[in-house]
């Protein structure tokens, strides 16, 4: 069964592009087929995955107005062994020219149902804001990845972020549920982050992935390479902590398949 996780959080800055760069490598190098979806006009994950976003014939925009079939698309990351569906700055215009299109929040779900059966994994990265492309990305996954970083006002837009989903539920995507919270850029030294980080497992038990991610210099210096840190320095403590919690994810996956088989 392939898993389609979006990841996503309207507070900007988190580590969402960073996560789903980083976690699709690390599903690469774990033998994985995945596909990222970029569904960001600001292109970061299309930029950090080595493909030059202002050189694109077909985009996540085309595909979104069905003027372009996933699979016309899609574009191999060169440094990260994974597909992308990239974007640019037109994916901006999407959100306008969408507005009377018919099941305009189904847009993404089509097309990557379309081209499901060609991976494991689909990670949808999703821009800073609750607007209809996060609806779109919300309205095509399985379940909802949340990076948040551990600082004081980290769980006040959780709530906004719950209720869109709670919406999505009820009108869009029966199924959907938060997959995982994932603690980002978090420094050890700092003690007021160490007290959020272990409230956050108090409140979220084990929702909370177990790996969080260190704030690491090579996942910041990566992406002006076009490249996910696994490959830019694989040795890294940030490439190491995000293949750690792609195996965690992997766990997670199949310790959930076997809960959904298993007799009554
Ligand atoms: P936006 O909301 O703008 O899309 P985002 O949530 O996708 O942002 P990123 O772009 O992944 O966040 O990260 C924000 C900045 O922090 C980037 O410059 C990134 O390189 C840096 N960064 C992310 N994670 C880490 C980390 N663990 N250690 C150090 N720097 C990090
Ligand atoms: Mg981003």
């Known amino acids: 069964m392939s898993r389609v996780l979006a990841v996503t959080n309207q507070k900007g800055g988190v580590g969402k592009t960073t996560t789903v760069v980083n976690v699709a490598a690390s599903l690469a ?12 006009p600001q ?17 996540v925009y085309h595909v979104l ?9 899609r574009i191999r990351s060169p440094s990260g062994g994974y597909d992308v569906l990239p974007a640019n700055r037109e994916l901006a215009g999407a959100e306008v020219e969408l507005v009377d299109g018919e099941r305009r929040e ?5 097309a990557i149902d379309s081209v499901i059966s060609d991976y494991d994994v689909v990670l949808i990265d999703c821009p800073p804001a609750l607007n209809l492309l996060t609806i779109n990305g919300l309205a095509a996954a399985w379940r909802v990845l949340i990076p948040m970083q551990c600082e004081y006002y980290a769980l006040e837009g959780l709530s906004d972020l719950v209720q ?31 007290q959020v980080s272990a409230q956050l497992e108090q409140h979220f038990g084990a929702k909370v992935y177990r790996t969080a991610i260190p704030r690491n210099v090579r996942l910041a210096e990566a992406p002006s ?3 996910p840190a696994l490959r830019y320095d694989p040795a890294s403590k940030g490439a190491q902590a995000y293949l750690q919690l792609t195996r965690e994810i992997l766990e997670r996956f199949e310790a959930d398949a076997l809960h959904r088989v298993s007799p009554i």
């Open 106 to 110: 189904y847009r993404l779900k089509n």
């Open 164 to 194: 869109t989903i709670r919406r999505v539920r009820s009108h869009l995507n029966t199924g959907l549920e938060i997959e995982g919270l994932l603690r980002t850029m978090l420094d050890p030294r700092n003690a007021l982050a160490q």
């Open 29 to 40: 190098e774990l033998g994985q087929r995945a596909l990222l979806v970029d569904l960001d």
């Open 43 to 59: 292109g970061n994950a299309t930029t950090g995955s080595g493909i030059d976003k202002s050189a694109l014939k077909h985009s």
């Open 225 to 227: 390479h076009g490249q």
């Open 65 to 73: 107005l069905e003027q372009t079939p996933p699979q016309e698309a």
